[in-house]
């Protein structure tokens, strides 16, 4: 418990001076702050900019977070170093997912609170973008493991990133790209967030989800096991 | 149990690149051990397997009585790593830095500050790694390989490419090391380092150990020439043998007052390793 602590204690210290990250926490809720708040156009649907931006939230903010900072740590060494401390990988994986989760589910109340959800909708709104920030965080880790520095994790991240974030906005205007999309855990989020108030949980929504989950947590089993950091590090 | 370190018949190789290959010594508790080589060696590679990072291919090797493949987070407490790619948080603080490691083994902030100032970066304990210059980060890097107060300190090239100042300071934090107790194995290609600061050594080349003793020992078993030189007020040099015409030349020098210095010609660690293998220590 005291690495998970450190680790924790650690990204406190780092991310307030790592701005690539900070960008990532803080982007989309001070977006749809200002959007909800400066943009009103007739016949928009309610919470439009809030539903929007909260899935493309689910889409970036964990996933390049986590991958960000374990290509750094490869990069840079120090994952070497917390070997010597004995940090175990579950240890580790554990401080940054908490620290990560937390902050993005921080995001995602600032996020739900300006697209004005209250109550149990909002309740809603957070639950459905927890498991999004989870599924997201995992599939982060196995870009971040997969890589050997931050160049190549930047360039694994970017191609997955953009298909998450941007296919259910980019649904919205084509039917094939919605034929498509649905396969896509960010889609099926994005299904569920707007019908917060009268929410219906589909059958092929949770197959679809469970199927993301199974598929990402292979990944990353896949990754981690291939990965040099297994080889030289008993901490990844 | 007296040795620190036990290495024997260790080789290893990256794929049919073979870095290591027979290498045998032993470092005794309390000892400073270099291991001395020029870049390319095997120097880092053995440190590597030493600390468990790397898997050697062939051989064993014993830290403190264990396999060094077999050390687990209790072992690792006993050692201490500076290695050349510093593994710091370039962002964070170097009091942070030393803080995260504290917390890592659960302990509170007692002696960080103490310890930055035992290494002269009490000043900079705010400053972020990234913002300090090549030797203030040695010496983080050597302060937090202390921390823990380890039973054996590995440093892979500690001074390299420092000005002399801080080396100097780097080897008297060494020295300081040396007096608690701790064993400390060095890489270094500094020749000069070696015969300050080290016990025993090791002449590594090409993955082998071409020689090893402690320095002054293995100095004077390359002693062949046996030649005495005499620097003249002149300018003129002279080198004589050791025999009784030289002793009746120097003291006709010294009687007409022409004499202004007289040196023995002992071999250092540098034209040492050059007999041995052809190559330099240190790059030209």
């Known amino acids: ?236 | 149990m007296n040795k620190a370190i036990s290495i024997k018949e260790l080789s290893h190789s990256f794929g049919k690149k073979t870095v290591l290959s027979g290498i045998s010594f032993e470092v005794e508790k309390g000892e400073v051990f270099g291991l001395l080589g020029p870049s390319g060696a095997g120097k880092t590679t053995l440190i590597n397997i030493l600390t468990g990072q790397l898997r050697a291919t062939g051989g064993c090797t014993l830290i403190l009585g264990t396999a060094s493949q077999d050390m687990t987070g209790e072992h690792y407490k006993q050692i201490g790593i500076m290695m050349d790619h510093f593994g710091l948080y370039e962002r964070m603080s170097c009091y942070d830095n030393l803080r995260f490691y504290q917390m890592l083994d659960g302990n509170g902030k007692d002696g960080i500050e103490e310890m930055l100032r035992g290494v002269g970066l009490s000043e900079a304990k705010k400053t972020p790694v990234m913002n300090l210059s090549k030797g203030m980060t040695n010496r983080l890097a050597f302060a937090r390989a202390i921390l823990r107060s380890p039973k054996i300190l590995f440093l892979d090239e500690p001074t390299s490419g420092l000005d002399p100042t801080t080396v100097e300071a780097i080897h008297k934090m060494i020295l300081e090391e040396k007096q608690k107790g701790t064993t400390i194995f060095l890489t270094t290609h500094n020749m000069h380092e070696a015969e300050k600061l080290c016990d025993n050594i090791a002449l590594l080349n090409e993955g082998k150990i071409v020689e090893y003793g402690a320095p002054a020992d293995i100095c004077r078993r390359y002693y062949h020439q046996k030649r005495i030189q005499l620097h003249l007020k002149s300018g003129e040099d002279i080198v004589l043998s050791y025999d009784a015409d030289s002793g009746k030349k120097i003291k006709e020098y010294l009687e007409m007052g022409e004499l202004e210095t007289i040196h023995s010609t002992e071999p250092n660690l540098e034209t040492i390793f050059m007999e041995l293998t052809g190559r330099r220590l240190e790059k030209e």
């Open chain 1, 1 to 236: 418990m005291n690495h998970v602590k450190a680790i924790l204690w650690k990204q406190l210290k780092d991310t307030l001076k790592n701005k690539v990250v900070l960008i990532q926490f803080i982007m989309f809720p001070v977006m749809t702050v200002i959007m909800e708040n400066a943009i009103s156009i007739q016949g928009m649907q309610e919470h439009f900019f809030a539903n929007l931006f909260a899935v493309m939230y689910v889409g970036m903010a964990p996933l390049t977070c986590i991958a960000s900072i374990i290509s750094e740590e490869k990069e840079k060494n120090t994952l070497r170093v917390l070997q010597m401390c004995n940090v175990k990988a579950f240890a580790y994986l554990l401080g940054n997912a908490i620290y990560i989760v937390s902050v993005c589910m921080l995001g995602s109340l600032v996020i739900g609170l300006a697209g004005g959800y209250k109550g149990f909708d909002l309740l809603t709104f957070i639950l459905i973008l927890f498991v999004g920030n989870i599924i997201s965080l995992v599939l982060g880790a196995a870009i971040g493991v997969a890589s050997k520095n931050q160049m190549m994790a930047t360039s694994l991240t970017m191609p997955v990133m953009m298909v998450l974030s941007f296919l259910p906005m980019l649904s919205m205007f084509n039917d094939t790209i919605r034929k498509i999309a649905k396969y896509f855990f960010t889609q099926q989020l994005n299904i569920l967030i707007n019908t917060v108030g009268n929410i219906t949980v589909r059958k092929d929504t949770i197959i679809i989800l469970l199927s993301n989950m199974v598929l990402i947590g292979v990944i990353f089993m896949v990754s981690y096991r291939k990965s040099f950091m297994r080889n030289t590090s008993p901490c990844l």
